[in-house]
């Protein structure tokens, strides 16, 4: 393929002169993209520079026991009630994890103290990062 040169890039309606050009960003700067496709939210993408990367700090996820991580999952995936079993997230829980009743609440107390879940004991954000990607 052959290079069309600053005077292509240039030149069109669609390509304002400058367009092409490369800014660096300043150093303790972010670059925050929203970006769409064609009329789809494809989300946010950060640009910072490449000397800077490792000092960012990311928000780590916090440390769940295995009944707590259980919780989550059946809450985030699960109805509260359903076919007429009104506690269906802990009757499937124990179901398929036999985790005990004692067991459930203690890990449902233990979430609302760290945030997880909310005094209706429904997903907080930070909860439902956890578990992402995951089903029940």
């Known amino acids: 393929m052959i290079d069309p040169g600053p005077l292509f890039m240039a030149s069109g309606p ?8 490369c800014v660096p960003i300043p150093k303790n700067t972010l ?13 946010l993408r950060v640009l910072v520079r490449p000397d800077e ?6 928000p780590i996820k916090e440390e769940v026991n295995e009944n707590e ?3 989550l999952l059946a809450t ?9 079993i009104s ?7 124990n179901r398929k994890h036999d985790i005990s ?3 459930w609440n203690k890990a449902v107390a ?14 907080t954000t930070k909860g439902r990062n956890i578990v992402e990607g995951e089903y029940f």
């Open 76 to 84: 985030s995936s699960l109805k509260s009630s359903y076919a007429g």
């Open 101 to 103: 009743r004692e067991d």
């Open 69 to 71: 991580h259980i919780v």
């Open 31 to 43: 670059v925050v993209q929203h970006e769409h496709f064609q009329g789809h939210d494809m989300g």
């Open 14 to 21: 669609f390509n304002p002169r400058g367009a092409s050009e």
């Open 110 to 123: 233990s979430l609302q103290d760290k945030g997880l879940l909310n005094k209706a004991k429904a997903i």
């Open 53 to 58: 990367f490792d000092t960012l700090s990311l």
């Open 87 to 93: 506690d269906y997230r802990f009757h499937e829980a």
